[in-house]
């Protein structure tokens, strides 16, 4: 333990998880951003069509937000969404396949980027629309409390999706009926290139909860620790059947919007200041410095995480495409109830 | 066999269906106490409670999208949306989110939602109050559209809807809650996708959707005074359309007008009638028709409004031309 700390000043991760589950949380972050990493270069090589929206540097605030839940709690994602699948524990393979629009992919390269789903896992799915997810969030919620499964959904969104009716018609209605659905505000500081002081007439996000009779806490989004704190806290409420919460988790996008975005609304300064606060080495130094891993430990997740996205690659790379002639398929499910 | 109004057969058909699954329930503005504005849903509070006859505030983008949210997650609901004018409000939730899940995925997710809503005019309830919407959901694919002519259409498509594993959207016509048809007690449900023959004829085929098929039933008998014999066929979903009952019909006829309350232009009129040219064309001997509510917003005046829909008298005229050949003449 490093000079400084008593016990009761633990930061909260080393208190609340073992050393397995934060070594797992570490790796999953190593993953994210390595995933993101192999597609931007496999785009660049024209293995990927379309566009992707890149969630580097807020690696901490998609695997924090997770670690509370299990398999049977649900989540909904967004645009930027490939962090919020790997910490619900989607295979990278999958994920990749998806991108290369192949069969094996999650959605059978029906989806691509934005749409990665994987109800096995409880993700119900990413979304092309901006706020789309907040309601389908909430009646996931609605669902199980009529159904009394227990589950918890958290619900992911930027900072663009707070200024969406969805948003607020959302937020009122949970805690009108006090579902289980933690809002999780990614607050990246721009929709596109507009930023936040010049879309938002509220200084936090979170300050919004008020308006709806529930908790809302602004947060370090870069901070694993901070961000889990928050969230655990807002889950527990949620499975007590206290209600929702409002988590704004406040970190940066190191690339722009999408690959269309040539960065010309924010400077170099501000983009460099916040890459030194890179989320993934600060928690590895957090891990090391209260000796759960040691720097070799912290060498070699890094090293087996690059391990993986070679496989996933190759593993996407090799898959088959959709055969043309299943077109038409899934428009409708055929199955009678 | 008991005839009961179409405004009970939904109520019947929403109560057997709750009572026979647990997973169904009812969310949208004013269905609990107030049992919406029609009435159409009273009395299910008292049998099945407020945790599965939700009211919502008016939220309806919200209330739709929770429904495609708790329908994701083991759930069937079925959403009340008070007037079909709503959908635009809806449309995000309804089209790019319930439409798209299951294509979306691969087909591991399903969307088995009830959207219960209305069209119609002639209610003097002006241009946001009025309108056939049907259209705008049968052109995006992922989604069904059932659009009952009777009370036995109504209980029977809202029975197979809420079975249906996918997005549902039901257009009930707002003036036909208090008109009575026959319904079994016993339990029945209506395939999707097959269309009702309501009468059969020789001349022309009148094909029409909800209140409509009335008004071409009405338009076959001022045509049989004049020697004429139509067949009227009422699709009962347009999607998904049984083209083929349509075809053969029209086959038999070589004479068609589709007749539907929606805007005539790049509607469901035009879409059934450029099916036929396609797939019948060297049977036919007149043009196929369109006839579809007039292409203005819809208006309040009584003098005004009662011109914008297709009448008996209207087909019928209409009939009479393709059937005498004056069509021809006319261009």
């Known amino acids: 333990m490093p000079d400084g700390y008593r016990d009761g000043n633990l930061p909260y991760a080393i208190r609340a998880y073992d050393a397995d589950t934060l070594r797992a949380a570490l790796r999953k972050m190593y993953l994210i951003r390595k995933f993101e990493e192999g597609a931007e270069n496999s785009y660049t090589r024209g293995l990927i069509h379309g566009t992707m929206h890149l969630s580097i540097g807020q690696e901490a605030s998609a695997v924090a937000s997770c670690m509370a839940l299990s398999d049977d709690d649900k989540i909904t994602s967004t645009h930027r969404g490939h962090g919020h699948c790997v910490a619900k524990g989607a295979d990278l393979g999958r994920m990749f396949a998806e991108f290369f629009g192949k069969e094996t992919g999650y959605c059978r390269g029906r989806g691509g980027s934005m749409h990665i789903a994987d109800p096995t896992k409880g993700n119900l799915g990413a979304n092309g629309i901006v706020g789309g997810g907040l309601p389908i969030a909430v009646g996931a919620a609605l669902s199980a409390k009529r159904l009394g499964t227990g589950a918890v959904t958290v619900c992911f969104f930027g900072d663009g999706a707070n200024n969406e009716g969805a948003f607020h018609e959302a937020l009122n209605m949970a805690a009108v009926w006090k579902l289980p659905v933690v809002f999780v505000c990614e607050n990246n500081k721009y929709g596109m290139s507009t930023s936040t002081e010049r879309s938002t007439a509220v200084k936090n996000i979170a300050e919004r909860a008020a308006a709806y009779a529930m908790p809302g806490v602004t947060v370090d989004g870069n901070d694993f620790s901070a961000v889990a704190e928050a969230v655990d806290a807002a889950v527990a409420r949620a499975r007590a059947g ?19 975005d040539r960065n010309r609304y924010r400077t170099k300064e501000e983009i460099a200041d916040w890459m030194a606060r890179d989320p993934i080495p600060a928690f590895a130094r957090l891990l090391v410095d209260h000796g759960v891993l040691t720097d070799a430990d912290v060498a070699d997740i890094e090293a087996e995480t690059e391990q993986v996205i070679a496989d996933a690659i190759a593993f996407a790379a090799d898959s088959a495409d959709p055969d043309p002639a299943d077109v038409a398929r899934d428009v409708y499910n055929p199955a009678a109830a | 066999m008991r005839e009961i109004t179409l405004s009970k057969a939904v109520n019947e058909a929403i109560a057997e269906e709750m009572r026979r699954d647990p997973n169904v329930f009812l969310i949208g503005e004013d269905v609990a106490e107030a049992g919406t504005p029609f009435k159409v849903l009273a009395g299910l509070v008292d049998e099945f409670g407020t945790e599965r006859v939700i009211d919502t505030p008016i939220s309806e983008p919200g209330f739709v999208g929770m429904a495609v949210g708790a329908a994701l997650t083991g759930s069937r609901p079925i959403v009340d949306l008070m007037f079909g004018d709503f959908i635009f409000l809806v449309m995000d939730q309804l089209c790019n989110q319930a439409a798209k899940a299951c294509y979306m995925s691969g087909g591991k997710l399903n969307v088995p939602m009830v ?144 007749i539907d309350e929606g805007h005539q232009s790049y509607g469901i009129t035009g879409e059934i009638a450029s099916r036929i040219t396609e797939k019948a064309f060297y049977h036919l001997d007149a043009p ?36 005498r050949g004056e069509l021809f003449h006319a261009a």
């Open chain 2, 288 to 323: 196929v028709l369109r006839m579809g509510a007039m292409d203005v917003p819809v208006p309040f005046s009584p003098a005004l409004e009662d011109l914008t829909v297709p009448t008996p008298e209207g087909v019928a005229d209409r009939a009479r031309a393709a059937v």
């Open chain 2, 115 to 258: 959207l219960r809503t209305n069209l119609g005019a002639t209610r003097r309830s002006a241009a946001q109050h009025s309108q056939s919407l049907h259209a705008l959901v049968a052109h995006i694919p992922g989604l069904k559209v059932a659009m009952p002519s009777s009370a036995y259409e109504a209980k029977g498509l809202m029975k197979t809807a809420i079975r249906d594993n996918n997005p549902v959207v039901i257009f009930e016509d707002k003036l036909m809650y208090q008109d009575k048809a026959p319904v079994p007690e016993e339990e029945f449900l209506i395939t999707f996708g097959k269309a009702n023959i309501k009468r059969e004829g020789t001349d022309i085929t009148l094909i029409a959707t909800s209140s409509m098929v009335q008004v071409a039933e009405k338009a076959a008998d001022l045509l049989a005074k004049d020697g004429i014999s139509a067949e009227v066929i009422d699709p009962r979903t347009i999607v998904p359309l049984d083209e083929e009952t349509i075809l053969n019909s029209v086959r038999k006829t070589s004479r068609a007008i589709v």
């Open chain 1, 242 to 260: 206290d209600g929702p919460s409002l988590v704004e988790n406040v970190t940066y996008r190191w690339r722009g919007h999408s690959k269309s």
